[in-house]
């Protein structure tokens, strides 16, 4: 079955305390992609990449990090989290650059 | 930049038809992609129109006019499951834009 899985699917931290979001698709996707979702504003793009070692900020990039090792993998990590980074994540894949189809089920953070 | 707007709630009854309306400002356009959210779910892909006119997929139509630089989703015969937030987004090379959303309330 075609996928993008995200995990952990809730995470509630603390202020500073380094975390990461793993994302990985099973369709070998070229492009890949992070957003984060809060009331009212939508789902804003935080990093993406086009390829194995290809990233670049998005809408919102100020406080992750990503990197592309392998093609199936896109980790979104937090090197100090505050609270302003509570939200909902999703990461995306997708064939082209047109059709962004698979979504993850999402990763609800809280940060205290 | 790109920017999307779309009505923040539309309300409408079982069986109706309802229509989402976007409008959009962007530096450059490939097309204009629909998707449903139910609350806290996943974003569902829905449609993608990348030429002017009407695509029907089921109960589901998107809209296109690239001159006007708007579009609309449209949904007949609603369901009850059809409750849902609906996001227009607009892609560009590797990025992908969302309006804001439009929350629609389906009624007995």
């Known amino acids: 079955e075609a996928q993008v899985t995200q995990n952990p699917r809730y995470l509630i931290t603390v202020t500073g305390k380094k975390l990461t979001v793993t994302c990985s698709q099973n369709m070998n996707h070229e492009y890949m992609s992070w957003y984060r979702q809060d009331p009212g504003l939508g789902l804003r793009q935080i990093y993406y990449?086009?390829?194995?070692?290809?990233?670049d900020k998005g809408d919102v990039p100020e406080g992750y990090k990503v990197s592309r090792k392998e093609k199936r993998n896109f980790p979104l990590i937090l090197e100090s989290p505050s609270p302003n980074q509570t939200s909902l994540y999703f990461c995306?894949?997708?064939?082209?650059?047109?059709?962004?189809?698979?979504f993850g089920p999402g990763t609800r953070l809280t940060v205290t | 930049g790109q920017s999307l707007e779309q009505p923040s709630e539309v309300t409408a009854v079982e069986g109706a038809i309802v229509q989402i309306n976007c409008t959009y400002q962007?530096?450059?356009?490939?097309?204009l992609s629909w998707y449903q959210q139910h609350d806290g779910g996943a974003p569902t892909f829905l449609s993608y129109?990348?030429?002017?006119g009407l695509e029907e997929t089921g109960r589901f139509s998107s809209f296109l006019s690239r001159s006007d630089s708007y579009g609309y989703l449209l949904l007949q015969e609603l369901q009850m499951k059809d409750s849902a937030s609906y996001f227009c987004a607009v892609p560009g090379y590797s990025t992908l834009t969302f309006g804001k959303g439009t929350m629609l309330l389906v009624s007995p």
């Open positions: 962007t530096s450059g356009f490939y097309g």
């Open positions: 995306a894949s997708s064939l082209s650059v047109t059709s962004w189809q698979y």
């Open positions: 990449s086009m390829n194995v070692e290809v990233t």
């Open positions: 129109n990348a030429l002017d």
